[in-house]
């Protein structure tokens, strides 16, 4: 009895720890940031992550860099650990870093590519307000 009573203490744990609110942070400093780019993205498909490497996208001018880091960090942001990750879907941020790493953010779910493997963060941003983050840099 004990034991089952630990072992559901420990998923509800978890389940609340998936539940917090965090901050966005880029996996690389914005010094490495080569480009950043936005498209829209509705063919998704959790096995073609190579497709989104090689999407034509609007370069976002550096002059909205700046500006683009701290309101990402601002948005609402949720990190589901229980989940399985969405992948990215609708408008998508493309961040390509100076080694040619690659990092994907959008509502749904971010990636990161380096070095031919692609790793799952299980970030969600309200949608309504990454959209009207989108449509700011645009």
């Not at 936005?38 to 190579?50: D, G, I, M, T």
Request: glycine letters at 4%; one cysteine or more; hydrophobic letters at 35%.
């Amino acid at each position: 009895m004990k034991r089952k009573l630990s072992l559901a203490l420990l998923i509800v744990l978890l389940c609340l720890n998936g539940c917090g609110k965090y901050s966005y942070s880029p996996v690389q400093p914005v010094e490495n940031v080569e480009k950043i780019e936005a498209f829209y993205w509705s063919n998704y498909s959790p096995y073609k992550y190579n497709d989104l490497l090689y999407v034509d996208a609007d370069p976002i001018s550096v002059t909205h860099w700046d500006g683009f880091f701290p309101a990402l960090e601002q948005l609402p942001c949720h990190k589901y650990f229980h989940d399985p990750p969405q992948g990215v879907s609708d408008w998508v941020i493309r961040i390509t870093y100076e080694d040619e790493s690659v990092e994907l953010i959008s509502a749904s779910g971010c990636l990161y590519y380096n070095q031919d493997k692609w790793t799952e963060r299980y970030y969600y941003f309200d949608k309504d307000a990454f959209d009207t983050l989108i449509q700011s840099i645009l």
